[in-house]
Structures are given as C-alpha cells and as structure tokens.
C-alpha cells in the first residue's frame, strides 16, 4: 500500500517528522517496507529561464544559450532542438549530480565554448526515458523554484506492507485513523462523505438477481453534461506518485477514491447501456467478458458479474468491461457503488488468474456503510472537476445487520497482554479506532466498526489496545522455575522425528517439503476425503482439499525432478496427513517413494530397479529409529488400495498397524504418468508404543546395562520344511525367542539366507534355511552344549510353524 506523507497529511492533522512516522507505522503492526524521498536526488535543480539561444559557432546542432536562474546568469551549451529563447527549463549548475547520466557536473569548454552547467530532459532527471528534448515547463513556473517541489516530487513516498487482516487500511484514510490513535496527531473530519444534492431522478436503476450472485447490496448515480478531460495536477500528482499512470478524470477519480479511502468504484458510459436497469447476477456459462485490461474472460456460472439487458458489462467486484468504458468524449456516466462478498472475489479473480486494486479490496473486506458514503464522495470529485448534473441516489438489497457488542473486562488487557493500560486509556485507544464503547463496573462493551472485520472476540480488543498502547512497552518476564533441575525441552514426538528425518536421510533418501493441501482428484486415489476436509478458499484450483496421504505430494515433486533430468529420485517427508476434522483426525507420518533404479554402495555389483525389499528396509530403518521393536513386527499383505496387491505388505504389532510399504499400484501411476518401478513407504510415527520407563533406585528410569561378550559366538544353520503359507517371519521370530530364561547361552542374531521350492520338497511346502547365532554366557559351549540348545531352537519352531527340521 503506497501513499505520500502529503496525502496523508490530508487526513491527519500532525507536525511529526517523516522518521517518527515511519517508526510509529511499524510500531503499531504497519510494516513499513520502504520510504521513497524522490526530491532528495534533485535538491540542486531548478526552475530557470533561457534568454537567449544563438548558435554554436563551431557546431550545427548545438546552441549557446544564456539562462536565467535564481542565483543569476550563466552561459550553457545545449544540444536539445526543442531549446530557444523565452523557454522555461530545468537547470543544473556546475557541481550537480545528474542522476539519470550518473554525472557530475563541471565547467567544460565544448567545442571551444565555454559552458556552466546544464539544462535537462527528463532522461537527465532519471524520470523517464525520454530526451528527445529538454523539460519545458509552463510560463507561470516561477524562476528559482526547486523543480522538485514545482513537480511535486518533494513528497516522499511510503510503502507499507499490510496483512490480509487490515482490510482498513486499504485506503489512507485507515492509516491515518491508526497513526492518531497512537498519538501521532489529530484525524480530520471526513467531510467528503457528506450529502450531495441530485438534481434529477437517475434514468438507470439497479436490480439484484435471486440467483445467489456475490452483491447484497448497491448504490447508483447518474451524471450527465460532464467533461471526461485530464485530471487536476494535484490528483495526477497523487497517482503517479504511486505508480499509476493518470487516464482522463473519471477514471482517475475512481482510482484516487480507492486508494484514499478503500472504497472501490467504476462508472459506465451511460450512453452505452442497454435498457434503463442494471443487474447484478450470476454470469452465464460461457458468456464472455472483454475487460479493461485488454483481455478477453470466459465466465462460467459460478462468478457474479453486472450486467444490463443484452450482456455482461463487468466482472463483479473485480474489473469492468472495455465495451461501456469511459472516453474522452463521455459526457453521460452512471456510478456503481456496490457490496461483493470477500470469498467469492477471491474465488472468482483465481479462476480467471485477474488482479486488480478493486480485488484486493473486495476479497480482504470493505465497510458496508462506504457504499453509501463512496457514492457521496464520488459525486463531489466528478461534479468538481468534471462538471455538470448529478441525479438522486438508486439503490438495491440491503446493507448487513449492525455488529454485536464485544464485552471487554478490564483485567484481560494485564492478563493476555502482559502489560497495565488503565480502564479509561482502554476506552480512548477503542474509541479513537472507531468503536462504539461504553463501560460498567470496570469492563468494557466495544461495538466494532464496519471497517474491522477482523474484530471478533475480547483477544481480538486486547490486541488493539496493546499494539496501540506500545508493544515496545511490554516487559520482558523470565518464566517461572518449577523445579529445582531444568526439564527437557523437547517431548519424545519431536524426537522421534529428528531421529526418524535423521535415519532416512543416512538412508540416502533426499528430505522434501510439499504442500499439505492436495488435489481432490489425487486425493481419491490415496483413500479420498470426508467433506469436511474441503476447503472452501483454497489458494489454488489443485489445492483444494486437505491431504489424505503425504505420497501425493511426495510423486507429484519426484515426476518434476525427473521431468528436470534428476534420475532415480529418492525423497521421503515427515509430517501431517489428515483423516476428519476431529481433534485426532491428523497423523504424523514419515512417507518416501523411490523411482527408477538403486544405485548398490560396492564396485561389483551395477544398479537394479528399485523393488518392495527396499521400501521395507527404509519403513526399518525409520522404525528403528522411532524406538518400534523391530524384532517383534509382524509382515502381513494387507497394504491399502494405492499398493500393488502382490507386491506390498504392512508392519504391524497385532492389530496395530506401524508402517505400510511396497510398490505403488499400476493405475496410480498411470493417473500420475508415473513411468515404473515405484516404491513407497509410510511409516505412522504417532502409532509407534511408548517406551517403557524401568525404574532405578533413584525412581527415575534408566537404560538396560550393556553386557559386552568376552567369549566368541557360535554360527548354526537350520532348514525348515514348512507349508508354503507359512511367513519367513513367524520361524524368525520362532527361532529368536527359543532361549529365554537365562540360560548357558542367548540368541544374538537370527537371519534368513535361503528360501527352496521344487524337488524334494512337497508342492504345497517350502525350504528356509536360517542362520542362528548364539552368544556363550560365562563358559565356552560344548558340543553336548551346543545339541541341546539346538534341540530347544528345533522344538521352537516346530511348534509354532509344524514345519519339520529339512534331512
């Protein structure tokens, strides 16, 4: 939001520097991102006349000219055609910095003439591109006068940056009102919004469609006999000032009212309407719009646009149309002054990927009394510059009911804020903000304005009352010490995550960061969404639903890369997927996928195409890192509709499911044009048991003792006939949970290293060999030792597979 210090001054009576301003701006939550003081660059030039222009003896195209300044004459060689005796220009002296040449000046003889200084174009002045010829200015231009301030470029320009929830300060006049409330001077009577007197009825009226179109209510006036000309050189001034560049009047006025006080307007050529009533309705699908930006818009049955009898004349809330634009010769206009609703200005300016000053407006919230007022306003600018009759004011709808009152209790500032601001200051800040406000018994009953919709509850007060009061005056308070030894900071979740992002990444798969809104489209593939997980203003027409599932978001950035020449992406995400909107409808999940081939760490062996196996080993690793006992996982092929069916699973404890991993279905890929293989993973962090804390003689909970071996382990190997149903995973864990109870020996490792079917085997069974490895306890095992402890493995696995020891 871009303004002058001298347009502000218009609405705030104060004699506070420009720096106490800035200061105060961002103090009272106005970030100010940037001052531009365009006069400092040009304090040395200024208004002089050229009293004579003879030419250079020894040059054609040059001219000696004799200029008239304020400190006296001076001889100037000027190569502008445009320069001649009687002319009004800029003059630079000698010792001048010349900031569009990046020069400064010297005396110098050019072509045997002496010249003392220079007059410039506004190339020269670093005001735009032109220097065809020097600057000429009126006759009135009074000699000696800075040309900055003649220009108007002695006004500095402040840049704030505003947050979606100040839709107020939208327009100077907001900016002001707060500034005043800080103390920072006095906000003038805004008389601009008083009553203008029609002459005549308006012969163009206003209906609003019953088709749920974004206006609710709206205000007209007709003008007739006016001048379309240029614009006051205050009001140009105004505008290009902040960058827009001045058209005619009209339109100018409608920008300047936008600007100064948040209400956008548009005006039509009254004399290219169609019948005598305007309408506000929903557009026709299909129906086109050509705009004022030089565009052509397809509209579609969900945007809200104005229309007369035969088409769409503007985009509701948004911009007009080129067809009943204003010319220079409009002598005929009729006013709209109109209420859109925020999100559907919002929906309907993302659809058609248009920005305008009116959208920025509209969609953050304006003050439904300001279409009142904005077309009183209105009416003075046109009739004052431009002449002629205004009619009476025609109206439509209805403006919203009043705002409820907001009880404040005089303790919550102290409470919420951190800081004392007595009853009666409270009162002033709210009241000098616009609020209506009364107190009893020492709380506060505050009515918000129009302008704030942001105000809804006593927090929302609070906030006014401390931003205002002075942040800065907020003391810093060390929290309180509740025990005599600092706690951890972290909880177990959020290191559980470290570890988890830490594993994966040793893993060698690449961190990412997607969006944890999705596509409804890709949603339904990932298990869809419940309606409440749809968001009614998404930022974008593909974003438009909360994330199911974080592997969504995980291909769509891998299939970029890969799009990108990034062979063989491997990225994994650890954050939040969504079931419902209830309290425990969010999960924190690590996924990852992998695409294309694995690279294997060894010189023998080439890559290979990423398979199951690896989206396994990585939901592992990520388990083991979270603290999931591992060794009693169950592996079950029951992995949800978005994995290949024969070729995915899921970890689990029970019916607690931990992880689920394998390639990724067929069609999936096909929708997301996928070229396989792919793997993925997701891991349910939440889901993984807590530790159990084991007690010390202090009562705190400590680590299991670390036993280290003094004597070698002992390798055996068994091969188990078993019915081809039967799980690798139910022998392993059969294998490994045979010695317990402290016995001459413990199982350290148990591995799977062969899987046989085929001749000598049943059709209906299967060969797996496992390795065991057994750690002596505090003897070296005998071979007697060694047969019972076998034995034991033996019966174990017998018994809990009926599976038979291989011959």
């Given at each position: 939001?871009?303004?002058?210090?001298?347009?502000?001054?218009?609405?705030?009576?104060?004699?506070?520097?420009?720096?106490?301003?800035?200061?105060?701006?961002?103090?009272?939550?106005?970030?100010?991102?940037?001052?531009?003081?365009?006069?400092?660059?040009?304090?040395?030039?200024?208004?002089?006349?050229?009293?004579?222009?003879?030419?250079?003896?020894?040059a054609?195209?040059?001219?000696?000219?004799?200029?008239?300044?304020?400190?006296?004459?001076?001889?100037?060689?000027?190569?502008?055609?445009?320069?001649?005796?009687?002319?009004?220009?800029?003059?630079?002296?000698?010792?001048?910095?010349?900031?569009?040449?990046?020069?400064?000046?010297?005396?110098?003889?050019?072509?045997?003439?002496?010249?003392?200084?220079?007059?410039?174009?506004?190339?020269?002045?670093?005001?735009?591109?032109?220097?065809d010829?020097?600057?000429?200015?009126?006759?009135?231009a009074?000699?000696?006068?800075?040309?900055?301030?003649?220009?108007?470029?002695?006004?500095?320009?402040?840049?704030?940056?505003?947050?979606?929830?100040?839709?107020?300060?939208?327009?100077?006049?907001?900016i002001?009102?707060?500034?005043?409330?800080?103390?920072?001077?006095?906000?003038?009577?805004?008389?601009?919004?008083?009553?203008?007197?029609?002459?005549?009825?308006?012969?163009?009226?206003?209906?609003?469609?019953?088709?749920?179109?974004?206006?609710?209510?709206?205000?007209?006036?007709?003008?007739?006999?006016?001048?379309?000309?240029?614009?006051?050189?205050?009001?140009?001034?105004?505008?290009?000032?902040?960058?827009?560049?001045?058209?005619?009047?009209?339109?100018?006025?409608?920008?300047?009212?936008?600007?100064?006080?948040?209400?956008?307007?548009?005006?039509?050529?009254?004399?290219?309407?169609?019948?005598?009533?305007?309408?506000?309705?929903?557009?026709?699908?299909?129906?086109?719009?050509?705009?004022?930006?030089?565009?052509?818009?397809?509209?579609?049955?969900?945007?809200?646009?104005?229309?007369?009898?035969?088409?769409a004349?503007?985009?509701?809330?948004?911009?007009?149309?080129?067809?009943?634009?204003?010319?220079?010769?409009?002598?005929?206009?009729?006013?709209?002054?109109?209420?859109?609703?925020p999100?559907?200005?919002?929906?309907?300016?993302?659809?058609?990927?248009?920005?305008?000053?009116?959208?920025?407006?509209?969609?953050?919230?304006?003050d439904?009394?300001?279409?009142?007022?904005?077309?009183?306003?209105?009416?003075?600018?046109?009739?004052e510059?431009?002449?002629?009759?205004?009619?009476?004011?025609?109206?439509?709808?209805?403006?919203?009911?009043?705002?409820?009152?907001?009880?404040?209790?005089?303790?919550?500032?102290?409470?919420?804020?951190?800081?004392?601001?007595?009853?009666?200051?409270?009162?002033?800040?709210?009241?000098?903000?616009?609020?209506?406000?009364?107190?009893?018994?020492?709380?506060?009953?505050?009515?918000?304005?129009?302008?704030?919709?942001?105000?809804?509850?006593?927090a929302?007060?609070?906030?006014?009352?401390?931003?205002?009061?002075?942040?800065?005056?907020?003391?810093?308070?060390?929290?309180?010490?509740?025990?005599?030894?600092?706690?951890?900071?972290i909880?177990?979740?959020?290191?559980?995550?470290?570890?988890?992002?830490?594993?994966?990444?040793?893993?060698g798969?690449?961190?990412?960061v997607?969006?944890?809104?999705?596509?409804?489209?890709?949603?339904?593939?990932?298990?869809?969404?419940?309606?409440d997980?749809?968001?009614?203003?998404?930022?974008?027409?593909?974003?438009?639903?909360?994330?199911?599932?974080?592997?969504?978001?995980?291909?769509?950035?891998?299939?970029?890369?890969?799009?990108?020449?990034?062979?063989?992406?491997?990225?994994?995400?650890?954050?939040?997927?969504?079931?419902?909107?209830?309290?425990?409808?969010?999960?924190?999940?690590?996924?990852?996928?992998?695409l294309?081939?694995?690279?294997?760490?060894?010189?023998?062996?080439?890559?290979?195409?990423?398979?199951?196996?690896?989206?396994?080993?990585?939901?592992?690793?990520?388990?083991?890192?979270?603290?999931?006992?591992?060794?009693?996982?169950?592996?079950?092929?029951?992995?949800?509709?978005?994995?290949?069916?024969?070729?995915?699973?899921?970890?689990?404890?029970?019916?607690?499911?931990?992880?689920?991993?394998?390639?990724?279905?067929?069609?999936?890929?096909?929708?997301?044009?996928?070229?396989?293989?792919?793997?993925?993973?997701?891991?349910?962090?939440?889901?993984?048991?807590?530790?159990?804390?084991?007690?010390?003689k202090?009562?705190?909970?400590?680590?299991?003792?670390?036993?280290?071996?003094?004597?070698?382990?002992?390798?055996?190997?068994?091969?188990?006939?078993v019915?081809?149903?039967?799980?690798?995973?139910?022998?392993?864990?059969a294998?490994?949970?045979?010695?317990?109870?402290?016995?001459?020996?413990?199982?350290?490792?148990?591995?799977?290293?062969?899987?046989?079917?085929?001749?000598?085997?049943?059709?209906?069974?299967?060969?797996?060999?496992?390795?065991?490895?057994?750690?002596?306890?505090?003897?070296?095992?005998?071979?007697?030792?060694?047969?019972?402890?076998?034995?034991?493995?033996?019966?174990?696995?017998?018994?809990?597979?009926?599976g038979?020891?291989?011959?």
């Open positions: 939001m871009k303004f002058t210090l001298g347009w502000l001054k218009d609405h705030l009576q104060t004699d506070a520097p420009l720096d106490e301003i800035v200061t105060k701006l961002t103090a009272i939550g106005l970030e100010v991102d940037s001052v531009e003081d365009r006069g400092a660059a040009l304090v040395a030039f200024t208004v002089a006349e050229v009293l004579t222009a003879e030419q250079h003896p020894d054609d195209r040059l001219r000696v000219c004799k200029v008239k300044s304020a400190d006296g004459e001076h001889q100037v060689v000027c190569g502008a055609p445009n320069a001649r005796a009687g002319m009004k220009g800029v003059f630079a002296p000698v010792g001048a910095y010349v900031p569009g040449i990046d020069v400064k000046l010297k005396k110098a003889k050019i072509r045997g003439v002496e010249s003392h200084g220079m007059l410039c174009s506004e190339r020269e002045m670093g005001m735009s591109d032109e220097h010829g020097i600057i000429e200015l009126p006759s009135e009074e000699i000696g006068m800075p040309f900055a301030e003649f220009a108007g470029l002695n006004d500095p320009v402040i840049d704030i940056e505003l947050t979606p929830n100040r839709p107020d300060c939208t327009g100077v006049r907001g002001a009102r707060d500034l005043a409330a800080a103390g920072l001077g006095t906000l003038k009577r805004f008389a601009a919004g008083e009553p203008v007197a029609g002459t005549y009825d308006s012969p163009v009226t206003w209906d609003i469609a019953a088709d749920g179109n974004a206006s609710s209510f709206v205000v007209g006036r007709h003008f007739k006999d006016i001048t379309n000309g240029p614009s006051p050189k205050w009001l140009a001034d105004r505008l290009t000032a902040i960058g827009l560049r001045p058209i005619s009047a009209l339109v100018d006025i409608t920008n300047y009212v936008t600007m100064d006080l948040g209400r956008p307007l548009h005006v039509f050529d009254a004399g290219k309407l169609e019948g005598g009533t305007l309408t506000m309705r929903r557009a026709v699908a299909g129906e086109t719009l050509a705009a004022l930006d030089g565009r052509d818009y397809k509209l579609d049955e969900t945007m809200s646009v104005i229309g007369d009898a035969g088409q004349l503007a985009i509701g809330g948004i911009m007009g149309g080129e067809d009943t634009g204003c010319q220079p010769e409009t002598t005929d206009v009729f006013l709209e002054v109109a209420l859109f609703g999100v559907a200005v919002a929906t309907t300016g993302r659809k058609l990927n248009l920005i305008s000053d009116a959208r920025y407006r509209f969609e953050r919230g304006i439904p009394q300001s279409a009142l007022w904005g077309a009183e306003v209105a009416a003075r600018l046109i009739t510059i431009c002449g002629g009759e205004v009619s009476s004011t025609v109206c439509a709808g209805a403006l919203p009911p009043a705002r409820e009152p907001i009880r404040l209790r005089g303790s919550r500032v102290a409470s919420l804020g951190g800081i004392e601001v007595e009853l009666e200051q409270q009162k002033d800040i709210l009241t000098n903000l616009g609020f209506e406000v009364t107190s009893d018994a020492g709380d506060i009953t505050a009515v918000p304005p129009g302008w704030r919709m942001d105000i809804e509850g006593e929302d007060l609070v906030e006014e009352v401390v931003r205002i009061h002075g942040l800065e005056k907020v003391a810093p308070v060390s929290l309180p010490r509740t025990t005599s030894l600092s706690q951890t900071a909880t177990l979740g959020q290191k559980r995550a470290g570890l988890v992002k830490r594993a994966l990444a040793v893993n798969l690449n961190e990412a997607t969006w944890s809104f999705g596509s409804a489209v890709l949603a339904d593939l990932f298990g869809g969404v419940t309606k997980l749809r968001l009614e203003n998404p930022i974008s027409a593909d974003l438009d639903v909360m994330r199911p599932s974080i592997l969504p978001g995980l291909l769509t950035a891998a299939a970029r890369n890969i799009d990108r020449g990034q062979t063989d992406p491997a990225i994994f995400e650890l954050g939040p997927q969504y079931r419902d909107a209830t309290n425990g409808g969010q999960q924190l999940v690590a996924a990852g996928v992998r294309g081939r694995m690279e294997l760490p060894h010189w023998s062996q080439g890559p290979r195409n990423v398979d199951a196996i690896d989206a396994k080993g990585d939901a592992m690793v990520a388990l083991a890192a979270a603290g999931a006992p591992i060794d009693n996982l169950q592996t079950t092929a029951d992995a949800p509709s978005w994995y290949h069916p024969g070729r995915s699973g899921t970890l689990r404890l029970g019916s607690n499911i931990l992880a689920s991993f394998g390639e990724l279905h067929p069609k999936i890929l096909r929708q997301l044009d996928i070229r396989p293989p792919a793997v993925a993973f997701e891991v349910f962090i939440e889901n993984v048991p807590q530790p159990r804390a084991k007690k010390g202090g009562g705190g909970a400590t680590r299991r003792m670390l036993h280290l071996a003094a004597l070698q382990p002992v390798n055996r190997d068994f091969a188990f006939v019915k081809r149903d039967v799980a690798a995973a139910t022998v392993l864990r294998a490994a949970s045979s010695l317990k109870g402290g016995g001459k020996a413990e199982i350290s490792d148990v591995r799977l290293f062969d899987i046989y079917e085929g001749k000598g085997i049943g059709e209906d069974q299967k060969s797996l060999a496992i390795s065991v490895v057994l750690q002596p306890g505090k003897e070296t095992l005998t071979d007697k030792d060694l047969e019972a402890l076998s034995a034991q493995i033996v019966d174990a696995v017998t018994k809990a597979t009926g038979t020891l291989r011959a």
